[in-house]
């Protein structure tokens, strides 16, 4: 009787433990998708601020890739270049990865793939534009494709 007793102890002191275990794992995954959660929206804060100076003061640029914005005609300097590669969102410094044309686009209308690093995270969106005939183009969205790189 005194073994079985013991057996029967055991076998509560490891169900109790493997119970523990299950969830200390729950409350690590949700502080890893916490964190995720956080770095996506500290990046989307970085390319609604970054599409609204864009749409501001630069739409020239809308539909050129990044590595074409020091030679634009619309833009007056390598300040107002430099200062389009970098910022700060939600207490969190940023820097434009890339920003480039996706095939398909006309003069017209057009998408653009951005890709902004900051937290030690890389994110990656889409940009929509569209322009009448005659005019800049204008801003339609920006679409939030996903964390690329995550610590």
């Known amino acids: ?10 076998l509560m002191v490891l169900s109790s433990l493997s119970l523990q275990a299950l969830v200390l794992q729950g409350r690590s995954l949700e502080l890893v998708r916490q964190r995720r959660r956080l770095q996506e929206d500290r990046l989307m804060a970085a390319a609604q601020q970054l599409a609204g100076a864009l749409q501001r003061r630069h739409r020239c640029l809308l539909p050129l890739a990044a590595e074409q914005w020091p030679q634009a005609d619309c833009i007056a300097g390598g300040a107002a270049v430099a200062a389009l590669g970098q ?15 996706l ?9 653009a793939e951005l890709l902004l690093r900051g937290g030690g995270a890389q994110a990656a969106y889409a940009v929509h534009w569209r322009a009448a005939a005659g005019e800049l183009p204008r801003l339609l969205a920006v679409q939030e494709l996903g964390l690329t790189g995550a610590k």
Do not use: K, N
């Open 1 to 10: 009787m005194l073994a079985l007793s013991i057996s029967v102890s055991l």
């Open 103 to 111: 095939p398909g686009g006309s003069t017209s209308a057009g998408s």
């Open 87 to 101: 910022g700060m969102a939600a207490d969190q410094p940023w820097q434009l990865a890339a920003y480039r044309p």
